[in-house]
């Protein structure tokens, strides 16, 4: 057989039947369900009187329209509180498994499904979100999908698909003080673009993604739809099966052993083909920031702002001007110094233990300037109750931070956490589209000790002063 | 879903590359458990001033755009969140075509879905198509699925791909789960094979 690439193998595995236009039926192992992309799918089944072909391969879970304040008291908007109440409908109709609001267990779905060893290497992996892409550091094929295909993977479980083409992001080399996980793949946007990835799976690969633990591996591949792929890849490794064993659904015992056999077979074999390759030097990357509102408009935090004059596409230099004016920055002014407002440390790709930990590392013995507003949303109630253990509950709330329940949070700004017009976060979300964080808000996407760095100071700066 | 035959319609231009899935239909409208109704939020920050009254500017607050059926936009158009609010805004608000040098993937699949039919063409093709709408109601463009082809004011004809899956589905109106399902047979064999290889498969239940 002709050597194969990681994503080749798992769809290889995947494949129910291709049709005669090249569209294959896809079989999908695990299907992640929220509050937001599922009610019309479920009504969509009831008025075709169909079923869940597999209910005991889906779980629920409501994450993007829950309160992060106290959970005692109702939920106040009437809108928030339907959505939530017809998903429990909705659940308890269809016999899906379903982790409450209340439970110790919800959180963040991306953050989850790894936790309880629902996602798993080898596996595909759909929701109805983008985001879904994070699975995909357990060495999973995993995707955001609509609401159409959601009820499509309800019903049939499968999807219909053609193959992605193949591309290797490799960073090499040992990162440096202050760099993390989300530097990384914040200078990987912003290399290829916001639609380099488009129509590619991406594989993480290289020494300096080896060297990365199963939460920075998730930040890498979280992101790789702000690239414009399908989905990110890193192949499982000992890591991998480390994070895995021992998981309330992971395979246990002899069939733990099984599985990890089956699991190692997943790498790309020598000689593989990828469409399209890319390599960074891991000692090139600094700790990074966005200055604008596309996840591509990645600088340095040593950098100035860029100026629009040196654009030579006029649809560019307009949109770049229009990227200035909204986020009230000027050309040339250096990003390190920028006063921020809101400081946002949460999200499906930067709210894990490890997460905590690095923004609780920088917060220690200091407090949050003055006239600045700093949250921690932690991305699951196991994860908070983790970090209530080491003590770093206190650490944030000794220096001034908000100590939150578990959920989307700002990132979406769907429930009430959200910016109000002019103010300018330091986020450790995904996207810093203009509105994301609330109508005129201004996102700057940085890591977790970059956006501790930012709520101690009161303004975007370089973590590596604080050592 | 409504079938996607000839399209002949007021178009609309929005010169701007990476118009995200937010901008379309940004979160705090995603609350409804409905398909339909998201028309009066669709691009709401462009739209809408801050005190709620309409932008006057925006080019879909003017006549006759207000009409327009076809929306023409720079590169990766729908990028960012997977949210099908976005071609259902799209959709109540009345488009069924949107026109662009590329899309993002998860949008470009939804559109389908919907009975929207998204268009890939050049850039330069792009701009020759924003010029025609900018003419307005003296210039409509026609969209012809069964012959691939749209058709300039001018009655230049610029062919476009589609995979003939895709094509004779929005041709029919047709929706997916159907036709997966005459293969469930396939399906249910995949099935019993995969429980031979991967035994270990853990089922979820929180009973």
């Known amino acids: ?36 992309t599922s009610p019309q799918a479920f009504e969509g089944l009831r008025l075709a009187g169909r079923k869940l072909r597999h209910p005991e391969m889906t779980v629920a879970v409501v994450d993007h329209n829950v309160p992060t304040s106290d959970r005692t008291q109702p939920i106040e908007e009437p809108e928030s509180r339907n959505q939530i109440e017809t998903l429990e409908r909705n659940v308890k109709e269809f016999g ?29 992996i759909v929701c109805g979100d983008s985001h879904t892409s994070t699975h995909g550091a357990m060495g999973a094929l995993a995707f955001g999908i609509g609401t159409s295909e959601v009820e499509h993977v309800m019903a049939t479980q499968t999807i219909l698909q053609r193959p992605a083409k193949n591309m290797r992001v490799t960073v090499e080399g040992t990162l440096g003080a202050g760099v993390s996980a989300k530097d990384v793949m914040l200078a990987i946007i912003g290399h290829i673009g916001t639609a380099g990835g488009t129509g590619h799976v991406i594989e993480f690969a290289g020494s300096a993604i080896r060297g990365l633990d199963m939460a920075g591996r998730m930040t890498i591949c979280n992101m790789s739809i702000e690239a414009g ?64 509102t596309s996840p591509e408009t990645v600088l340095p935090i040593t950098a100035t702002v860029p100026d629009p004059a ?39 790709t930067n709210s894990r233990i490890e997460d905590l930990r690095a923004a609780a590392n920088v917060a220690a013995g200091r407090k949050v300037a003055d006239g600045v507003r700093a949250m921690i949303v932690p991305g699951s109630g196991l994860v908070k109750r983790q970090a209530e253990e080491e003590g770093l509950d206190k650490i944030f709330l000794d220096a001034g931070f908000e100590w939150r329940e578990a959920g989307c949070s ?58 | 879903m409504d079938k996607f035959t000839v399209l002949s319609a007021v178009a609309a231009a929005l010169p701007e590359a990476n118009i995200d899935t937010d901008k379309i239909i940004p979160a705090r409208f995603l609350k409804t458990t409905q398909r339909t ?41 729908g990028c960012g969140s ?35 039919l998204p268009i890939r063409l050049p850039r330069d093709i792009c701009d020759a198509l924003m010029g ?51 293969h469930e047979g396939e399906i249910t064999v995949f099935e019993q094979t995969v429980a031979g290889e991967r035994p270990w498969m853990p089922k979820i239940s929180f009973e």
């Not at chain 1, 690439?5 to 090249?22: A, N, R, S």
């Not at chain 2, 500017?57 to 059926?69: I, S, T």
């Open chain 1, 1 to 36: 057989m002709a050597p194969r690439t990681l994503f080749d193998k798992i769809w290889d595995h995947h494949v129910v039947e291709t049709l005669p236009d090249g569209t294959s039926i896809l079989y999908i192992d695990r299907h992640l369900l929220h509050e937001v």
């Open chain 1, 96 to 124: 899906v498994p379903y982790i409450p609001l209340l439970s110790a267990n919800q959180g963040i779905v991306h953050v989850v499904g790894p936790e309880q060893g629902i996602s798993l290497p080898g596996m595909t």
């Open chain 1, 229 to 292: 792929a399908r989905a990110g890849l890193v192949a499982p490794d000992d890591v991998t099966f480390d994070y895995v064993r021992g998981r309330p659904f992971a395979p246990k015992g002899e069939d733990f052993d099984k599985a990890v056999a089956y699991w190692r077979t997943l790498s790309s074999d020598d000689g593989a083909h990828f469409d399209t390759e890319v390599t960074l030097r891991a000692e090139d990357i600094a700790p990074s920031l966005t200055w604008g």
């Open chain 1, 310 to 348: 040196q654009e030579s596409d006029e649809a560019k230099r307009v949109q770049m001007q229009r990227m200035l004016d909204y986020m009230g920055l000027d050309a040339g002014q250096k990003i390190a110094g920028t006063p921020v407002d809101v400081v946002f440390i949460g999200s499906c």
């Open chain 1, 410 to 467: 700002m990132c979406l700004g769907m429930n009430p956490d959200r910016l109000t017009p002019g103010q300018r976060c330091a986020s450790t979300s995904n996207r810093n589209f203009e509105g994301r964080q609330g109508p005129g808000g201004r996102t700057h996407l940085l890591s977790p000790a970059m956006a501790a760095a930012a709520a101690v100071t009161g303004c975007l700066t370089d973590v590596r002063e604080l050592a």
């Open chain 2, 37 to 77: 109704g998201l028309g009066k939020h669709a691009f709401d920050s462009m739209r809408y001033l801050a005190e709620g009254s309409e932008n006057p500017d925006f080019v879909l607050n003017q006549q006759p755009w207000r009409q327009a059926e076809i929306l023409v936009t720079y590169d990766n158009l």
């Open chain 2, 82 to 116: 997977s949210r099908e609010h976005a071609p259902w805004a799209l959709l109540d608000f009345g488009i069924r075509c949107v026109i662009a040098p590329s899309f993002a993937d998860i949008f470009f699949n939804n559109c389908f879905k919907n009975g929207i």
């Open chain 2, 132 to 182: 025609d709408a900018a003419m307005g109601s003296n210039a409509r463009l026609t969209v012809d699925l069964p012959r691939q082809v749209v058709i300039r004011p001018d009655g230049q004809e610029v062919p476009f791909e589609i995979d003939p899956f895709r094509k004779h589905m929005l041709l029919e109106g047709l929706d997916d789960i159907g036709q997966t399902l005459q």
